[in-house]
T-cell receptor, first 114, second 117 residues
Framework: AQSVTQLGSHVSVSEGALVLLRCNYSSSVPPYLFWYVQYPNQGLQLLLKYTTGATLVKGINGFEAEFKKSETSFHLTKPSAHMSDAAEYFCAVTPTGGGNKLTFGTGTQLKVEL | GAVVSQHPSRVICKSGTSVKIECRSLDFQATTMFWYRQFPKKSLMLMATSNEGSKATYEQGVEKDKFLINHASLTLSTLTVTSAHPEDSSFYIC?????????????FGQGTRLTVV
């Protein structure tokens, strides 16, 4: 079975500051990893994903994440926060061995302050 | 990216009635569609997976007779909440994949806010 843990249900940063949202996974085999963003009363939009290859993945809106197998982590970062980044962020995994199911973390609400 | 349209975005219904939510892939054919339920301040809970032309696979604890899922075509899946009760009030989200396989991106609808009064 696989699971995802997002440390910190709420993260608050100042505009222009570094954004760091943490995600750790538990899986018997290295999974595929995803970060999604959700704005209020909307669906989810894919920010980035890691499947194979380079472990540092760049996504939309200036976000990036690094897959660290030794730490079973896939933390999401952005060098400089913008007010428009305020949203809910979900880390998700799916097994590489087959199947289509995404397992989501509990989400992190990002607040950006002036 | 591809577009998944979910309708309606909001619905209020009376207790005991049924509500149908539609999920359409607008510019691709979705072999697999997923239905999620999201509680306030909570993550997404997968309810069921549907493949076009076959019966949906429900997750443990999800009542298949209460949450009827139909995936009649490669571009449309529907979720019907039957005999709705206030505890069914929630945010329901669908997603669709063009092809099978874990690498394939899942595109999400904008969600449906269901309120049962």
């Amino acid at each position: 079975a696989q699971s995802v843990t997002q440390l910190g249900s709420h993260v608050s940063v100042s505009e222009g500051a570094l954004v760091l949202l943490r995600c750790n996974y538990s899986s018997s085999v290295p999974p595929y990893l995803f970060w999604y963003v959700q704005y209020p009363n909307q669906g989810l939009q894919l920010l980035l994903k890691y499947t194979t290859g380079a472990t540092l993945v760049k996504g939309i809106n200036g976000f990036e994440a690094e897959f660290k197998k030794s730490e079973t982590s896939f933390h999401l970062t952005k060098p400089s926060a913008h007010m428009s980044d305020a949203a809910e962020y979900f880390c998700a995994v799916t097994p590489t061995g087959g199947g289509n199911k995404l397992t989501f973390g509990t989400g992190t609400q990002l607040k950006v302050e002036l | 990216g591809a577009v998944v349209s979910q309708h309606p975005s909001r619905v209020i219904c009376k207790s005991g009635t049924s509500v149908k939510i539609e999920c359409r892939s607008l510019d691709f054919q979705a072999t697999t569609m997923f239905w999620y339920r999201q509680f306030p301040k909570k993550s997404l809970m997968l309810m069921a997976t549907s493949n076009e032309g076959s019966k949906a696979t429900y997750e443990q604890g999800v009542e298949k007779d209460k949450f009827l899922i139909n995936h009649a075509s490669l571009t449309l899946s529907t979720l019907t909440v039957t005999s709705a009760h206030p505890e069914d009030s929630s945010f329901y989200i669908c997603s669709a994949r063009e092809r099978t396989g874990p690498k394939t991106e899942a595109f999400f609808g904008q969600g449906t806010r269901l309120t049962v009064v």
